[in-house]
């Protein structure tokens, strides 16, 4: 059976926050699948002149970024929760959804947005998220599937530096992931890319190593440590 | 070449602490060597009516249950700091040795004492261990060797909980462990042993698998962060 | 006037965390009364057999080892506010609810979840107990009762150990602890219980006693002190 | 036997921080020692016009009000390390020494400073207590006397804002604590005094009573926590 | 164009916190405008005996305190969300509006509430304020105004003394800030009066200056930071 | 009289970290002035083929490329302590005679490493300034000069992000900054090129204005907080 990665989102684009590391698994033979949690109807900092400022149109056009930009990263399944953007709250149903997900997809590794994000729907998300894995471990509503424990649960590093608990080197997939970005047209702006790279660099450089450049830095939550070794 | 497990320790018996992580990497081909700092001539909580309480006595007591341990625990080479027992203090000096012996050994996993430790020897172990981690992987003094980046440096759990950031499943190595800790007759009295199996049972629990009993927990620390997925 | 010990809980059997403590204060003349938020219909990690998985019957098994367990605890007074398991939300509402039972029972001391544990409606519940305390103390809405200011507020480790600020000695009370949580059958698997005792354990090494074995931990929390040497 | 308080400060003043819970438990016969760490010859903020800035002379000046304030305090014994003011480190044998001292007097609650202040020499006093405080209670060195359990170790606000874990109400002992602070002519100005009630009640109010209005607060150490309930 | 400060509070004398800071920036040319979020319905701790305990004759009085306390302070504008008192929680909307409001005034200083306070709508004021200033900088809904970075974005000390970022000397307008207070009439019993001035003495201590004695503190939220030398 | 800033750094190279505020100061009239703790004898990451591994030639090399830079940042006064590099240490003697120069140099602003750094002799020069700061500004050991309070103390970013307290826009000195940068050509590699401005873009998009890119981040410590609207 194939080796799953799940990435758990709160808009279109978020996934590019760890997409170096999804392609150096991709290469080992792990197949990605998405769980998107909003409509990204109201865009990030900076729009691009193509998209108007209209909610629902930014939905529209944000959504067909998204088709492309899953194509790039070769996503199997894509899950979306249509929660409005800039609303998403914690709520036990959504939590039981994202958990019957989990129980279904039986990802080895999850990837989330990171509680200490400056978004409110980053925050959202990574709240839910948390909380689904560990629900879905456990022995407990039966109904949704049986009890799956992710083994690596782990918590994207977005606009605002983290104290990042692990780092993986992504060097050699560094230009695959900009290039990605770049598919947002309405959300790459220089700027963006400027913090996408310089975060980076930034994490490259901590990797310490003699010759790795590029890395991406995750946080873990208590509620389900990764487990090492296995 | 095999890959080498580093373990840094203050005292003859700490390695107890992460002795199942260190097992199970055996299996897999690592071999395992240890640097411990002091004498161990204070003794621990509880001394067994063997020992005395002159502390050359018990020094040289603890150095001969050490030796039955590392056989017990397969070690390939054993480093002395022979630094005096309750009295460790960081310095530039005794980190310069660190970083050597790690040049020399070149381990790919280090395991080390934690810095929220309530032993005084073991945080000064740990803030030792950090900063020779981290400047064996710099371009700096080479005369002390070629850089080396520890891939994954992991901080221990002693007597007092943490916050970990990783767990092992050791389920199939506690048994070894206790008894590995057993061969420390001057250390282990029943409130000790309890302690051992709790926190390992505690831990177990937090994997949050179906199966798995015990465990082992680590913190990171941000000078040299684990490297995931190399 | 009997000094009172009210226990402020999210779930049926969520008072084994600091049954030792409230026996032992039994002992010297407090009484004990209880307040459960939820109805307790999703179970906790592991049910027992005889449970069904229906949240119904759930709900209602475990009201039955409730009342059993009560007995065991010498209740006096139980008040339930039947929330949603795993829903438990703060609201003004409630934490109004939770004030007025506070300013009708005078509580000398309050034992209540604690704000880290991974358990959301225990965080919650925590939430709750934490502003009703404070604001049952104030000169405010003197229809829900005369203010009262609790003077031991404090919040029991659950299954995530804590940084705890004080300890009690439960030794001579550990076993009746346990005999008490076996009553939850539906809860009380062998790996429950393991963290029980192996919880119990570790905080009794803390006590750092000679003779103590057996220990409780609280943390605090800065919204209402406990006022220690009344 | 008679039940004892010991005190562990860096200068002569420093005990006027914890004074009033001191004053509060001798009415209920418990009786004062203290144990001094340096010589106190550089002064606090605001040196009083007697003294000159010579050290030596502040050091004796300074000795004279502590002699005068110990009597005010009544203070059974008082020990001193004479260590050079403003340089105090923690070290082995100072611990050693303060475990001694522990053991001998076998006091049930000790008063220190607080880790978290700004002034060197008192966290440095704290962190040579913490260690000592935990040290005595071990099955260790027992040529130090026997092992000795501080059931209950605070540690005092000074300056700057704790966050506190418990707090003792002296609103009754509030006029000879301030009495006891103007002995130091050489430290009291109207600046000093004014922190000393501003503080003293800021917790006060956070005591959240209908009639106190003073209170000391204190945090704790996890090395060796407060025990209830004894 | 005048210089433009915004003050967002829960109450209606919530203001009195930072508005010694508001009247030394009056003095440079400042105006102040106000955004209160609660109808104030509730009552702070200490009732005034002329207000009675019903809720909206409560609001009504306050209401008119607000009034006069307004004049004193000179404030050019006041905004109402209207909010139910006690019971303020973060929502889309409501940031919202706090954000058209932060773009219709362009203030270059904003004043709020503490993340870390023990008063649940002072929290949940500082919480929308946070969201609402980072959003109102960037480039999204143009249609509630064009973008606007408040340059300094600071978070006033409560009832809890908090770990300041900055502090404020405000020596010269202490008088009138506690004469601002003293129009709360159903505020300011004589206990809160201490609370005032000893918050404000201990961080004129904390100023270090040798003539400065009452001051201001203030935190800083990382999601838009204090720009230093503009 | 000028506005005095003064620099306190552990090695050579390190003011680069805060040059852009200081040039932007000295626009507005401000004078530079430095203080440098150790001799810079074992060179930073990566070392430049032109010099040698013997720490003295390190050393001398260093401090010529320090000479060069310091020309560049039109410093007016370069005291030196001469410390051995990577062996800082706090001393009550080295926090003397900081203190003395700050009284010396009466700054208005101070700029210092971070004690959150990764760098031990960073971490080192930031507690030895800190101390300083404080101290310089009571009435004590008037022999070493007459009180002076330093109304903004700011901890600069190294190169492991901090949480920041305030952000300072340098887009119009980036370019000179990173020109000083490379007058230390025995540090400046391509990696080290890439941190500083990936830094420098990351907090730039941190500022949150439409215009600015680059921005210098700074941290403030309890000690003597920076104070505001002077």
Redesign the interface.
């Known amino acids: 059976m194939k080796r799953t990665i799940l990435g758990i989102t709160a808009h279109a684009d978020d996934h590019v926050m760890f997409a170096g ?1 999804v392609m ?2 991709q290469k080992r033979g792990y197949q990605y699948c998405e769980l998107v949690m909003t409509t990204s109807g ?2 990030r ?3 691009d002149s193509k998209a108007t ?1 209209k909610t629902e149109k930014i939905a529209k056009y944000r959504k067909s970024e998204l088709s492309a930009a899953l194509k790039v990263l070769k996503c199997t399944n894509l899950y979306e929760l249509h929660q ?1 953007d ?2 998403l709250q914690y ?2 149903e959504l939590m039981h959804q994202v958990m019957r997900i989990i129980r279904l997809e039986k990802p080895e590794i999850v990837f989330t947005m990171n509680t200490f994000d ?1 978004h ?1 729907d980053h925050c959202a998300t990574a709240h839910i998220a948390r ?1 689904a894995i ?1 629900w879905a ?7 949704y599937g049986a ?1 799956h ?1 992710v083994t ?1 649960p782990l918590y994207a590093e977005g ?3 983290v ?7 992504i060097t050699d997939y560094y230009d695959v992931k900009e290039k990605l970005f770049k598919v947002y047209t309405s959300q790459a702006t220089p ?1 963006d890319l ?2 996408l ?3 980076s ?2 994490r ?7 010759e790795g ?1 590029h ?1 991406e ?2 946080t ?1 939550e ?9």
Chains 1, 2, 3, 4, 5, 6 share one sequence.
Do not use: C, W
């Open positions: 590391t150096k698994l109201e865009g900092d900076f729009r400022n409005e800039q609303d709520s036990k400056v409110p909380e560990r471990a456990k022995n407990f509503r039966s109904e009890p424990r690596m606009t605002v530096p104290d990042p608990h692990v780092l993986v080197d700027r400027d913090l790279k310089s975060t660099l930034i490259g450089y901590h990797l310490r190593k003699q450049v890395a830095a995750f873990v208590k509620n389900s440590l990764p487990i090492l070794f296995e």
